[in-house]
């Protein structure tokens, strides 16, 4: 099985190519990762191809794609879904969403209750509690740091952006934003029928209306 896993829901754009044969378990084939909140378009595809040629792939190999479906800001998500969804139609594999908090919970490797933060603007935070990192407890929120569970550690961007506001629960925060590497695992985890988070539709999380706006009617003009 081989899992082509990419994500723009953060500031983050990550690829990774991902294998699992049964007796021999599941390892990496290649990853690449860039920050830049501003380039999701111009920098996805091009991550793609170099991921696929430095694995040696092609995309007829591919067995399934999984892609995050957020929460995220709508422009940056929306890149990383048109995306994998035309591919997979493309390519007639399967695709698979995965929540983008549930990536950051994954790599994390904890087994005590936590919160995982993501930078929403508008000074909010994208949120979710975990039991463990394999164990969301809460579905995704939104709203200001200053509003998350009390006595958890929290960990993401989030948790690093306000770190005034959360004190010592921000003492340890990372790892601050996903790595398609930690979305691949979880997606050939769970393919592979291994228990771990939730496997989603390819359907975005927005949580927040876009910014964008259509147009209303025009104003009715009195004639003097």
Do not use: N
Not at 96 to 105: I, M, P
Not at 203 to 223: C, F, H, I, N, S
Request: aromatic share 4%.
């Amino acid at each position: 099985m081989l899992v082509l896993a990419f994500d723009t829901a953060t500031a983050a754009v990550t690829v990774a190519l991902y294998e699992w044969t049964p007796g021999e378990g599941v390892r990496a084939r290649a990853t690449a990762e860039a920050v830049d909140q501003r380039r999701h378009t111009e920098l996805l595809t091009p991550s793609i191809a170099r991921v696929l040629a430095e694995a040696g792939a092609a995309p007829d190999d591919l067995s399934a794609i999984a892609v995050g479906v957020g929460p995220g800001p709508y422009t940056g998500l929306r890149v990383g879904l048109v995306t994998a969804i035309a591919m997979g139609e493309a390519l007639r594999v399967p695709v698979h969403g995965v929540c983008t908090l549930d990536v950051l919970a994954w790599a994390s490797g904890r087994d005590e209750p936590f919160v995982v933060a993501t930078d929403a603007r508008r000074k909010e935070v994208y949120w979710a509690r975990y039991d463990s990192a394999q164990a969301r407890a809460t579905e995704p929120a939104v709203g200001p740091a200053a509003g998350l569970p009390e006595g958890l550690p929290v960990i993401g961007e989030g948790a690093q952006i306000y770190a005034e506001v959360l004190g010592d629960r921000a003492a340890d925060p990372a790892p601050l934003l996903p790595t398609a590497a930690a979305l691949a695992e979880l997606a050939v985890t769970r393919l592979s029928g291994r228990p771990g988070p939730e496997l989603l539709p390819p359907e975005p999380l927005y949580l927040r209306r876009p910014d964008a706006k259509e147009p209303g009617p025009r104003k009715k003009v009195t004639p003097a």
